[in-house]
T-cell receptor, first 113, second 119 residues
Framework: AQSVTQLDSHVSVSEGTPVLLRCNYS??????LFWYVQHPNKGLQLLLK??????LVKGINGFEAEFKKSETSFHLTKPSAHMSDAAEYFC???????????FGGGTRVLVKP | GAGVSQSPRYKVAKRGQDVALRCDPI?????LFWYQQALGQGPEFLTY????????KSGLPSDRFFAERPEGSVSTLKIQRTQQEDSAVYLC?????????????????FGPGTRLTVT
């Protein structure tokens, strides 16, 4: 079984400042990990994925995440927040057979001008 | 190209009514998934198809929930005798890749969801 914990339900940042969204996972095998973003009234969009290749993963829109096995973490970062980054972000782990995704509770990001 | 589409986008049902939610996956995608997202929470897995075969339905909350994909393309999620706790956004996702020998790399593409409100 696998689980995901997003450590912050809400994050507020000023435009142009760094963003850090924290995620810890639990898995009995080497997992595939993902970050998805959900804008209001829109579908979930994949930001980036880790699948046992490089531990530092670069995604779309300037986001990146680092897989740290020793800490069971997969934190999402962006050096400079933009107003369009305001959305809900989900950290996700896949099942052993890759057939089901387990989502964290989500982090809502507010970007202040 | 066209993404995953779902219909209707919004559905209001009176308690006890049956509803049917439709998902059109990306053409050629082998796998199809249904998730339920309650207000303020992350999506939760309901069921999974590979072509027309329903390989995992462990997330369906009760026997009132039924999903099918008879021709391996369009899928329908049916909820019988709806209850207020069924109110949620129902998300459909599809992916191209088959599961190959334990290598589970794939990407799920999500539709916009159907928001179901049971009154």
């Amino acid at each position: 079984a696998q689980s995901v914990t997003q450590l912050d339900s809400h994050v507020s940042v000023s435009e142009g400042t760094p963003v850090l969204l924290r995620c810890n996972y639990s898995s009995s095998y080497s997992p595939s990990l993902f970050w998805y973003v959900q804008h209001p009234n829109k579908g979930l969009q994949l930001l980036l994925k880790y699948t046992s290749a490089a531990t530092l993963v670069k995604g779309i829109n300037g986001f990146e995440a680092e897989f740290k096995k020793s800490e069971t973490s997969f934190h999402l970062t962006k050096p400079s927040a933009h107003m369009s980054d305001a959305a809900e972000y989900f950290c996700v782990v896949s099942g052993l057979a890759g057939n089901k995704l387990t989502f964290g509770g989500g982090t809502r990001v507010l970007v202040k001008p | 190209g066209a993404g995953v589409s779902q219909s209707p986008r919004y559905k209001v049902a009176k308690r006890g009514q049956d509803v049917a939610l439709r998902c059109d996956p990306i053409s050629g995608h082998v796998s199809l998934f249904w998730y339920q997202q309650a207000l303020g929470q992350g999506p939760e897995f309901l069921t999974y198809f590979q072509n027309e075969a329903q390989l995992d339905k462990s997330g369906l909350p009760s026997d009132r929930f039924f999903a099918e994909r008879p021709e391996g393309s369009v899928s329908t999620l049916k909820i019988q005798r709806t209850q207020q706790e069924d109110s949620a956004v129902y998300l459909c996702a599809s992916s191209l890749e088959r599961i190959k020998g334990g290598d589970s790399r794939y990407e799920q593409y999500f539709g916009p969801g159907t928001r179901l409100t049971v009154t």
